[in-house]
């Protein structure tokens, strides 16, 4: 009770009266529970609600008042936003002003003369609660930053609109902006924030016009529900040009998934699961812009959640197995190390390849355990070879982008070497491309100090990413692997001139190349006119379960052993 108490004498009450009686009588009754401040005039009561609006919790307003009257007042503060918030109480004995007052935004009445202070009290309070609920519910429902409704209530709202319209046939969209954390890193927060609060208003009013319902999600994330219509094309237009049209803009890629006509039998999330699902499925296809959610997105969701369920047994059950493809020295003709890739040999589906899981476990983030389960795999693998005397040669990890917000991963690795007692340099990191939005400054520290500790640092999937050339200035590399992509371009157009300038990049750079997909000998011997270190691919051998990885060793790698040479391993 004294805390309430206490908690009330905090809320500052505004009494405006030309009357200094009536003044005085409300102060001596709410001074008890309120810090009570005066105006004579609504002129003065509005000098003072401008200048501490959010400090004041209600007014209690005369209406008949020299200067400006009270119902000049209320006129002035509904039109004016900030002020518009703060509850206004009018106090009259004339029941001509109720309707009058009503209509300009009057909360409340009282009665004069002020005979009964516990009336007079009670209303003041309950009218600051109702207020500040309502504050509370409006700050709860909409994202601060767009003004939109966050997504709790969207999902409330929208469950309801559906109810509502059974009938009424239905789209489920959602819509994000390709590569939004570059624009974020490039061009700053601030400018992403104003593009994200464009494509809202835009998203509001389509909303609006079409008697749907939006949100932002999160991020850059943003969900509509509307009537179905047949085509989507003019809203992201409209948006796309808004964005465009900004001061110093630069142009986005929008990506909207739509499952149309959605099945009102299912949860609303379910529903914009699978426009989710849609709009996942042109990520980089620069090509498509809306998709829409049909059988064969289903299936494959159906086998994503199928992997999903059963990749811990995978893991268990050891269907997750660890192959081997060797990488050469491309001067000596010597084996000069392996990267490691993953397979999952399922039960029932049988192989499953990395390329089908890994960007899946990303995302769910189950590659957090799958990753340093096939570097223990790599590291007992190097142990196996060093017991049974076979050459000794770098292994490469693949790490994803996604693996550097893991907090310990330095630590993780460092420990895990130091088990098996295995020399870092032993150990390559390839760091790969990743879909999920990354922190850069994690990533080029963590590299910075994997590299100072002994590791070798491979850039993979060089020139097939996005944001390749801002790695090569920011992270701590030793070794550019070119994508498979730029020697299969150049072997199919026999222009070589991507392939030349990327190994010339790499040389400018310091760092060694690796071409990995290597397939014939033309390809072979134009990489090694044009300078590349290291190659790798099916004209060598394709990967190999660990036995008969060992066997190649045994049977190929002795020109490693002789040589000497594993320049790899002198860096
Ligand atoms: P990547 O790292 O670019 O791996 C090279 C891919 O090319 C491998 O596919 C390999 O089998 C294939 N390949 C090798 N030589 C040739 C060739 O001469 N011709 C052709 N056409 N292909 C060749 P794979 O094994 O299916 O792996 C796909 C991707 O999955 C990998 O691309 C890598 O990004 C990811 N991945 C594989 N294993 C792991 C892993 O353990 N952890 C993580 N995070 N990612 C992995
Ligand atoms: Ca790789
Ligand atoms: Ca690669």
């Known amino acids: 009770m004294i805390h309430q108490i206490e908690q009330q004498m905090r809320r500052n009450v505004l009494v405006v009266d030309d009357e200094i009686i009536n003044r005085q009588m409300l102060g001596y009754i709410l001074d008890t529970e309120y810090h009570v401040l005066y105006a004579e005039n609504g002129a003065e009561a509005l000098e003072l609600l401008r200048a501490r609006a ?69 209303r003041v309070q309950r009218i600051i609660e109702l207020a500040e609920d309502q504050s509370i519910i409006q700050a709860a429902e909409n994202d601060e930053l767009t003004g939109l409704y966050n997504k709790e209530f969207f999902f409330k709202y929208a469950e309801r609109m559906q109810q509502l319209s059974p009938e009424q046939p239905m789209d489920a969209l959602v819509m994000d902006i390709e590569h939004f954390h570059l624009i974020n890193e490039r061009r700053g927060r601030g400018f992403g924030d104003q593009i ?18 939006s949100c932002r999600y999160g991020g850059d994330v943003f969900y509509l529900l509307c009537p179905h219509r047949p085509d989507y094309g003019s809203l992201v237009d409209a948006i796309q040009r808004a964005i ?29 699961d699978s426009a989710k699902v849609a709009c996942d499925s042109i990520r980089n296809d620069h090509t498509r812009t809306v998709a829409y959610y049909d059988q064969e997105l289903h299936e494959t969701e159906v086998f994503h959640e199928n992997l999903i369920n059963d990749m811990q047994r995978a893991m268990d059950e050891r269907q997750i197995q660890v192959y081997f493809q060797p990488k050469y020295d491309i001067r000596t003709n010597c084996i000069a190390g392996a990267e490691a890739l993953v397979r999952w040999i399922h039960p029932t589906m049988g192989f499953i390849s990395p390329g089908a899981f890994i960007p899946l476990f990303e995302r769910n983030g189950f590659l957090t355990l ?34 550097f917000d893991v907090k310990d991963l330095v630590d993780q690795i460092i420990s895990l070497t130091d088990r098996y007692g295995i020399d870092p340099s032993l150990l390559h990191i390839e760091l790969t491309e990743s879909a999920s939005a990354e922190n850069p400054l994690q990533v080029a520290q963590t590299l910075k100090k994997l590299h100072d500790n002994g590791f070798i640092i491979e850039l993979d999937d060089f020139g097939a990413g996005y944001s390749t050339l801002t790695s090569l200035r920011t992270l701590t590399l030793d070794i550019m692997k070119l994508d498979m992509s730029i020697i299969r371009h150049a072997s199919r157009t026999k222009d070589f001139s991507i392939l030349r300038y990327a190994i010339l990049l790499a040389e400018c750079m310091k760092l060694k190349t690796v071409a ?7 390809e072979l011997e134009a990489l090694r006119v044009l300078g590349c270190d290291y190659v790798q691919g099916y004209y060598y051998s394709k990967p190999l379960p660990r036995d008969e990885f060992e066997t190649y060793l045994k049977e190929h790698g002795s020109n490693a052993l002789l040589g000497g040479t594993l320049p790899l391993l002198q860096q």
């Open 54 to 122: 959010d400090q004041i919790s209600v007014v209690l307003l005369d209406i008949l008042m020299p200067v400006m009257s009270g119902f000049e007042f209320l006129e002035a503060v509904k039109a004016d936003e900030a002020l518009r918030r703060v509850p206004v109480i009018v106090m009259t004995s004339e029941r001509d002003a109720e309707l009058k007052s009503l209509k300009l935004g009057a909360v409340d009445f009282i009665k004069k003369p002020y005979d009964m202070p516990e009336i007079i009290l009670a």
């Open 196 to 213: 994200l609060k464009v494509l809202a208003e835009r998203l509001h009013s389509f909303s609006m016009e079409s008697g749907g319902l």
């Open 370 to 403: 799958l990753d340093p389960y096939v570097w223990e795999k790599c590291c007992q693998e190097i142990v196996r070879c060093r017991e049974k005397g076979l050459p000794l040669v770098p292994i490469s990890i693949n790490v994803s982008r996604m693996l």
């Open 516 to 522: 990995e997909g290597v397939e014939t000998s033309q």
């Open 244 to 272: 465009q049209a900004m001061p110093d803009s630069i142009r986005v890629r929008l990506r909207v998934g739509v499952y149309e006509n959605a099945d009102k039998q299912l949860e609303i999330e379910r529903q914009f």
